[in-house]
């Protein structure tokens, strides 16, 4: 693959359905990390911190660390923030509600933390992303 593409395609959008199974995929190798994956998923607005991540899965911190980056490759902090940002994208395109409330219901609570890190993934913002994926309008239910 010729240099120009390989740095066009580092700048597009990843695809949703693949990064996001790729993120469960890296925990789905080690049945601690499943119950991990299943804690996060079951309280998707909770951020945990290393230590609590350690004490779900009955593992000291240090190890819990060591193990997590040499199957993810990632902190387990990095990892959190492309999984929440992941989730937020399918649900910024499968759902009507806002930008807002997609975040907080991951845990985001400040607008401009949030964007941050959306944009660190995707390299857009949440908003372009939405109306790139052909998401079109309508209008937002209250929950």
């Given at each position: 693959?010729?240099?120009?593409?390989?740095?066009?395609s580092a700048h597009q959008p990843q695809r949703t359905s693949n990064v996001q199974s790729d993120l469960t995929a890296q925990l789905a190798r080690h049945p601690r990390l499943c119950r991990l994956l299943s804690h996060l998923e079951s309280n998707p607005s909770l951020q945990l911190t290393t230590a609590s991540a350690a004490k779900?899965?009955?593992?000291?911190?240090?190890?819990?660390?060591?193990?997590?980056?040499?199957e993810t490759?990632?902190?387990?902090?990095?990892?959190?923030?492309?999984?929440?940002?992941?989730?937020?994208?399918?649900?910024?395109?499968?759902?009507?509600?806002?930008?807002?409330?997609?975040?907080?219901?991951?845990?985001y609570l400040n607008m401009r933390t949030f964007e941050r890190a959306f944009k660190a993934h995707f390299q857009t913002s949440a908003r372009e992303y939405r109306r790139n994926q052909g998401w079109q309008p309508h209008s937002?239910?209250?929950e």
């Open positions: 693959m010729p240099l120009a593409n390989v740095i066009e779900i899965v009955c593992f000291q911190e240090n190890y819990f660390c060591a193990l997590f980056k040499r490759g990632r902190t387990f902090s990095s990892w959190q923030r492309a999984w929440r940002v992941t989730k937020i994208s399918t649900v910024l395109l499968s759902e009507s509600i806002t930008i807002a409330r997609a975040a907080e219901r991951y845990g937002y239910r209250s």
